[in-house]
Nanobody, 124 residues
Framework: QLQLVESGGGLVQAGGSLRLTCRASGGTFDDYNMAWFRQGPGQEREFVAAVGQAGSIRQYADAVRGRFSTSRYNFGNTVWLDMSNLKTEDTAVYYC?????????????????WGQGTQVTVSS
């Protein structure tokens, strides 16, 4: 059973940057594709970014492409989400998730394990 713990959220002004960290335990980390999702107030949980098991394949939502970057360090069981040029519409709870399929996916229903989330608030 994989456990995921996010950290690094907080309050930042528009245009600023944050790095979110997700640490995994309890499983073989490099067996899993890793992704970030977010859920704003009154909104559905939506895909943000994903990185494949080896770290070489990455996908991004259109809303964050060019501003956000995800990476992973398998020896440290860690995945990061680097966010820059933040906008007020990026305000949300950000979740780390893991799934063990062959192909990288943006479908949240495919993700088996989830962290508890970390709040990111972007002020104007």
């Amino acid at each position: 059973q994989l456990q995921l713990v996010e950290s690094g959220g907080g309050l930042v002004q528009a245009g600023g940057s944050l790095r979110l960290t997700c640490r995994a335990s309890g499983g073989t980390f490099d067996d899993y594709n890793m992704a970030w999702f977010r859920q704003g107030p009154g909104q559905e949980r939506e895909f943000v970014a994903a990185v494949g098991q080896a770290g070489s394949i990455r996908q991004y939502a259109d809303a964050v492409r060019g501003r956000f970057s995800t990476s992973r360090y398998n020896f440290g069981n860690t995945v990061w989400l680097d966010m820059s040029n933040l906008k007020t519409e990026d305000t949300a709870v950000y979740y780390c998730a893991a799934e063990s399929g062959v192909l990288l996916t943006q479908d949240k229903a495919r993700y088996e394990y989830w962290g508890q989330g970390t709040q990111v608030t972007v002020s104007s």
